[in-house]
Each structure stands twice: as C-alpha cells, then as structure tokens.
C-alpha cells in the first residue's frame, strides 16, 4: 500500500525569482530617473531605437519573404519589409523629426498601458500590495493625457521624461509587489 503525499513547495527557486524582480525593479527605477534627468537625450535615444527595431523587422519579413516564396505573399512580405526599412533608416537618420510621431504614438502607448494596469489591479486586488498598481495606473493615465495637451510643442522632452516617470513608478510598483510576496513566502 503505498501513501499519498502532498507535494513539497520548493521556495528556494521562488525566493530567487522574487530576488530577481526585486533586482530588475531596481533597474527600472534607476532607468527612469536617468530619463528624467536627461529627458532630450533619453528621448533621442528610444526614437533611435525604435528606428532600428523597424529596420529589424523590415529584414524579419525580408527573410520569411526568402523563405516562403509564396506568390503574392511575397510580394507583399517585399513591400512591407521595404518600408519598414526605409522607415526605419529615415527615423535613424532624423531622429528628431521621428521624436514627434513618436511622441504621439507614446500618447497611446501610456493609455492603453493604464488600462491594462487598471485591468490588473482589479484582477489581483485580493493579493497584499496590489493597490501599488492601481496607482502606476493612475500615473500612467495621467502621462498619456499630458502628452495630448502639449503636443507637438514639447516633443523634444516629453519621451524622456514620461517614459522616465513611467518607469520610475513602474519599478516602484513593481518593487512594492516583490516585496510584499517576499514577506508571504518567508512567512
């Protein structure tokens, strides 16, 4: 006759995967200062990333157009990948001028962003430190509604400085989260 056991919880690895959000948080919080102390150069560099991350997938959908060779998809793989890289090298080579779309897109980035940070606030509202997201959602809102009442004007500053803020308050949250499951666990 063999005895049924519980499973034994292994808390070492969760432990470490806590330590590991509690370090990459950290980050976060210290990205996002640097942002907003320099805001021109934080916001000139995500523009050129994204530039870069456009001339990525322009060559993405090159390849799988190489690889596919199927009739019009291909074509249309073609095309869509030119562009990308096009647009990409323009964004590259003028990043300010992109700085201003991206300002826009930015806008709509940080809505959407505080709806699913209110979304998940309201999904883990029982869990201790949740609350923590509710309010990274309330800024971020808050951000998106400041990029739509001074744009374009203020393009050469807002990027850097509100994705400074939301990734402060994003690796604070973050933080408060880890630490509050840090407790539970040693409990």
């Not at 793989?77 to 930015?106: K, M």
């Not at 809505?111 to 990274?136: K, N, Q, Y």
């Amino acid at each position: 006759m063999s005895t049924i056991t519980a499973p034994t919880a292994d808390f070492g690895d969760l432990k470490k995967a806590l330590g590991g959000s509690v370090v990459i948080s950290m980050l976060m919080i210290v990205a996002g200062v640097l942002a907003i102390v320099v805001p021109a150069a934080a916001g000139i560099a995500v523009t050129v990333l994204v530039g870069w991350l456009m001339m990525f997938t322009g060559a993405a959908h090159l390849a799988y157009a190489w690889h596919t060779r199927s009739g019009g998809n291909q074509l249309w793989e073609i095309l869509l990948g030119a562009v990308y890289i096009l647009a990409g090298i323009y964004v590259v080579l003028n990043p300010v001028v992109g700085l201003a779309t991206l300002t826009a897109v930015l806008g709509v980035y940080l809505l959407v962003e505080s709806i699913l940070e209110f979304v998940l606030a309201f999904r883990l509202h029982l869990l201790p430190g949740s609350g923590w997201l509710t309010v990274d959602g309330i800024i971020t809102l808050i951000l998106a509604l400041v990029i739509w009442r001074t744009w374009p004007t203020s393009s050469a500053w807002v990027v850097g400085m509100l994705v400074g803020v939301s990734m402060l308050f994003s690796g604070i949250a973050r933080l408060m989260l880890s630490w509050a499951a840090r407790r539970v666990v040693t409990a």
